[in-house]
């Protein structure tokens, strides 16, 4: 992507306090022209680090343009840094889809779809983390046009600290969440379950057979996901396989070649790369069209704010035959309220991609700084 037609000349990153347990981080670009471009870096726990770094990437991307922003940082090998080039990447092409007239996807793509397949993310809407607090959160979901739910239901567990014996005991609340949320939406809906890489394989061998009869679509992130893990993740995909459950993950990979040994060894079922982390929008089209090959499906994984969530959307149809793209259901009136209070309509499980030019959202400045936490700004020669 070349962007030399129209230089930054200003680029801008605010992080905003969007509730007592989330923050997102947003990334503007200004051109001579006046043409606005937006990215999301947010990466929970890690603002700080992000936000340290953001002097010397802005400063790069300022005064030698027209090179990508992984040009500049090649290696990217953590995810603070990651996210800040991700981030400064869509709102580049944002800016050049804007200039050409078109939605992002249809730069991206001939033919993009017009509507893309969504499932519900519930768990940060879900403050009553009871079985019931799950169900309503899982229906009010289903009343607003998905089709599909996630949970992340073992809030108890953590192997990291727990003996095999307490972990598999701790599931049971989490088993008690997914028994409640089946109960309530039916068999017809299709029902994940994220465990945050908190089980180990004891664990998960104990938990499969305990929820075959909840018929989940799909299990997310068993397991810690290093090399040394590789050979056990394939075993639990083989036995979730066994009762008709894929596996997923690979949510936090940067750059593509993070994902060749997951590929090499056919780990995963679905694959879930974001597009604040995994280096790019050329990256994460070329991920997508790896993963295709593979025979594996490409869902890419969206929990945060209304600019990820527009650009993973433009991805998703872009990419033909995507799989579902994660939403986050409801966590707060602020996510159409910052990019001007457009609520995005789900329709049987799918939403239509906006039409208009670049990523079809702009942030409320007055909003992001009344809820901004912090703020800079690099300016061209600065």
Same mark, same amino acid.
């Given at each position: ?6 230089? =930054?000349? *200003? ?29 999301? &870096? ?13 002097? #010397? ?6 005064? &030698? ?11 990217? $090998? ?5 996210? $800040? ?41 879900? %403050? ?27 809030? #108890? ?6 003996? =095999?014996?307490?972990? +598999? ?38 938990? $499969? ?6 018929? $989940? ?51 995963? !079922? ?7 982390? +995994?280096?790019?929008?050329? *990256? ?20 945060? %704010?209304?600019?990820? !969530? ?11 035959? &995507?799989?579902?793209? #994660? ?19 789900? *329709?049987? %499980? ?6 208009? =030019? ?10 992001? *700084? ?13």
């Amino acid at each position: 992507m070349s962007n030399s037609h129209d230089r =930054p000349d *200003e680029i801008r990153i605010d992080l905003c306090r969007i509730s007592e347990k989330t923050c997102w981080l947003f990334i503007s670009i200004r051109t001579r022209s006046g043409l606005q471009g937006v990215g999301e &870096a947010t990466l929970s726990g890690r603002e700080k680090e992000v936000l340290a770094l953001f002097g #010397e990437v802005a400063s790069a991307l300022l005064n &030698a343009p027209g090179r990508s922003p992984r040009a500049h940082f090649p290696d990217m $090998l953590s995810l603070p840094l990651a996210a $800040l080039i991700s981030a400064c990447d869509q709102a580049l092409w944002d800016i050049q889809a804007q200039a050409q007239a078109l939605p992002l996807c249809a730069l991206l793509s001939p033919e993009p779809a017009r509507e893309i397949s969504v499932y519900a993310n519930i768990n940060r809407r879900t %403050g009553d983390r009871s079985a019931a607090g799950f169900a309503v959160s899982a229906l009010d979901a289903i009343a607003c046009g998905h089709t599909a739910i996630k949970i992340a239901p073992f809030d #108890e567990v953590d192997c990291r600290r727990q003996r =095999p014996p307490k972990a +598999v005991a701790a599931l049971q609340k989490g088993i008690e969440r997914i028994d409640r949320v089946r109960d309530a939406i039916g068999e017809d809906i299709r029902l994940m379950v994220d465990c945050h890489w908190r089980l180990d394989v004891p664990t998960v061998q104990a938990l $499969l057979p305990s929820i075959a009869r909840y018929r $989940l679509y799909w299990l997310e992130c068993p397991l810690p996901e290093s090399h040394a893990n590789l050979d056990e993740l394939v075993a639990i995909k083989a036995q979730a396989n066994a009762q008709h459950v894929l596996l997923a993950g690979c949510e936090e990979n940067i750059r593509t070649e993070s994902f060749a040994p997951f590929w090499d060894k056919r780990v995963y !079922d679905v694959y879930m790369p974001d597009a604040k982390y +995994v280096g790019g929008i050329e *990256e994460m089209m070329a991920v997508a069209a790896h993963i295709q090959q593979q025979g594996a499906t490409f869902s890419p994984h969206n929990p945060s %704010g209304p600019v990820c !969530d527009a650009v993973s959307a433009h991805v998703c149809a872009a990419v033909a035959g &995507a799989g579902m793209l #994660e939403m986050q259901f409801d966590e707060t009136p602020l996510f159409s309220a910052l990019i001007g209070g457009e609520t995005k309509a789900v *329709e049987r %499980g799918k939403v239509a991609l906006s039409p208009r =030019p670049g990523l079809g959202v702009t942030l409320d400045r007055a909003l992001v *700084e009344k809820y901004a936490l912090t703020s800079q700004t690099v300016k061209r020669g600065s």
